[in-house]
Structures are given as C-alpha cells and as structure tokens.
C-alpha cells in the first residue's frame, strides 16, 4: 500500500488521508488502555473498541476506493495495521458473513504481557475495533451490522490473537 | 573459538523487547555495512552531525549505530529471543567481517 | 542558542520511524483515538463522583508523566539523539530543548519553550495540541480545567529526567528509578496546564515546577 502521511512543518502536524496521526511507544498505550480499565470497569471495553472503530473506518473509508474488491480492502487494511506498528493481521478467514480474524503478533496484545504479564481478559480492545472497520469499509457495511469478539489474546497466553466476526 | 564481544542490555520504544548493545574492538565503518547478510535496507543518514545507520534484516534483527563508533545495538526479532545475545554477536561478527 | 529545532524536526521525521513486523513498540497511531477513550473516560469520572475530573485528571497527567520517563528517557539515549541532537548540545539546558524540538516531530503539536529556569522552571506553550484541537472539536468549551493531561504530564517528565534526575548519566531506567525520580521527593517535579484552549485560552501552556513550588 504504501503509507503517505503528510507531515506540515508549520503545525507539527502529521495526517493521513484525514485523520491526525500521533507517534506514542506501547508504554503509554498499555497504560493509558489499563488506566481507563480500572476507571470505567466493563464499559472500558465498549468505549475502546467503538474508539478504534470510529478512528480506522474514517481513515480506511478514504484511503479503499471504491469498486475495490472485499480481499483488495482487507489488504490494504493488513497492510496499513502493519505499517503504523499494531501489527499482523490476516483476514482471510473472513467472508460476508463474518468469520475468523487472526494476529499472528498485536502491538497492545504483546504490550500488555510485557508490560504486566497475562491478564484474564483480552487485551486487543484496539485491534478488535480496526478489524470491525475493515470489515465495514470493505463489505460497504454500517456499523451497527458488525461485531467483533476476541476470542483469544497472547495477553491471557494464547499463541496467538484471535478475533471472531458476526455480520447481522 | 567463536569471537564473543562485550554486550549491554535494555529496552526501548524503537525496535524490541530486547536490545543489545555490542561493543566492537574498532569503529564502524561504511564497507562494514555492506557485509551485513539478508539485508532489506540498508540506509546511511549521513546528512546527520554524527552519519547513522539502519540496517533492516526481517526476522532477524534491526542494526543501527553511528560510524566511526565503537558500539552497534542489535534489536532481535521476537522470534529469536530466547537467543538474543547469540543472534547479536552473530550480527556483530559480520559486521566485523568475522563471521 | 545551539539547538537548532527546525533541523532536529526535520532530520527526526526522515528517520522513518516505523514500528516492526512483531508489532513493538512504537506506533503511529490516531490522535482521534486517543482523544476519544481519554475524553470519554474523563466525563465518565466526572459524571461518577463531584471528585472525579480530579481524579480523572490525576491519572491521565500520571500516564503521561510515565510515557516521558520512558518515552523521552528512551529518546534521550537513544543513537538517534546522538546523530542528531548530541552534536548541538552545549548545556543541560540544551536537552531540554531538545526533547521540545524532538516532541515536534511526534506529530503532536507545535511545542515552543516560552521560558526555562534551569532546575526551577519548564513553561512550553501550543497552539495546537492535539488534545486540545480533539476537545473542542468534538466537545463544548469548559468553564474549567484543562485537558492537556499527556503534554502536561510530558512536561515534568522532561524536568524530571534532566533536573531531579540526571539522564545525561545514562541511568537504567527501572521501576525503581521511576519510583525515586518521578514519583518521590519535595524536588520532585509536577506539571499543571495553567491555560487551555478547550477554556477558552488562545494557547494552552504546561508549567512544570518543584511540587513544593506549587502552593
């Protein structure tokens, strides 16, 4: 894909087809994820998923043209998640209908164990969301047809990240 | 015997878990770079005060030092990391042109 | 003045800093998303107890403050700081500035450094942070409060590193270290956003001060 961000001097400001791009190391985002965990309880998830979902389909609604093909798009989504740092992900599990999402190696699920070793629940609420806007963006879905569940998480020490699609 | 230099440890945002610095018995210089195998970029920033390089070897590990020094920190790829300090001396001998 | 912020910013941009195949550490990520969850879990706090925007802001400053030490500490040892912005430093105060003009290549915002007393004072100030730009963008205007919570904590992070701590030492930067710098002692250093865009102010400003300082 090749990631074009336009950086003006003038501002400081770097953007991608629209959208503010900021550099941050996994310290800050595990413990800014862990900060509003312990805040908010179990709406966190909710809240950090929908964020990422919201973020990523604005970006990836710009960035796929349309008549792009479903597998071009998830793609060139792959391609971006791996470029900006979050990691690997492969969608080809993944059909109109929903299906299996795998990430051989995720930035917050590898984070988190680094940071603060295993934890219960999955720590991929950020991944979770970009999955649900590829798959949006490259199904020509709204949001409220598509759910993401992680199913397994290299943070709760699964070999890998797995994240389970339903399209309603 | 296999030639074993002098190592650090630490961790940093820029590359990986583990982080070794090695240091060389001479400064690095840049036909030094060209000896690094399975490169998939090799860049020079010498527009810089002090020229820097990045090595990129995919699986393996991310080189980057400044030349002329006597230091090369190796960031081993995950998928070494039970070998970290093996894989960075390996790295530092090619550099050195004794692997 | 030996730091020479518009060749540090550009020279920190060409480095391409990407993060690897593993998916660590750094990212490049949206300035929506972290405004999003950070905002959202503030109004939460607020609406929970009449305490907690102070609470809330007493832990995202935290957060910040910790992505400094680590952050910036790992900037400041980094070869990177030494190809580009070792050459140029003459004085501690030098490092300071530095890491300001570093910050200006992260995308977050036009940092200047209004004023520095060596080991007393830090006062950067921006036009566009870009937690302020997401604020009043998406929300209305506070009455009060500012929600510069990462710059603000960011700032003491810097003061800290190079006035109660000494990074020019090249320490390990441990728990312990972190527990004995940032988070102990009269000397310690604590940031607070005295202006805000999202309050109305034309620029925000970070001041980051000796905690004994700020009574």
Redesign the interface.
Known sequence: MG?A?Q?D??????TLSG???????????S??QR??EE??GA?AFH??TI??Q???R??LKQLVSSGTSPKEAFSQAAALF???????LDFSGLGPRGGVVISP???Y???WL?KFGERKDPACE?PAGYVAAAVMVAFHLEPERVRVREASCVACGAPACRFEVEVL | MVLSYPVATSRDCFGGEVLIEVTLPRGIERADLERVRGAASLEVLDGFPRPFFRIDVPGRFLLTGLLLTTSVRVTVRQVHRDRAFEVAQEAARELMGEA | MAIDSAKVVSAVSGLRLVGNEDGLYLTRHYADYYNRISFAFLHHMERADPGGFAKARKALIETGHLCGFNTFGGIMLSQEWEAVVAPMIETREDWVRGMVAVVNALGWGRWETKSLRPAEELNVTCANSYESEGYLRDYPQRPDGGVCFLATGGVSAIMNLLYHGDITTRPQRTEDYYQKIFAAGDNRFEGREIACRASGAPRCEWVARPVQRWS
């Open positions: 990631v961000i950086f001097a003038a501002t400081n400001v770097a959208q503010a791009m900021v550099f941050h190391c996994h310290h800050y985002n413990t800014l900060t509003i805040g908010m709406e809240l950090l964020a990422a919201e973020a990523a604005k970006q791996a470029e900006l740092g979050f990691g690997s190696s995720s930035h699920g590898m984070s680094v950020f």
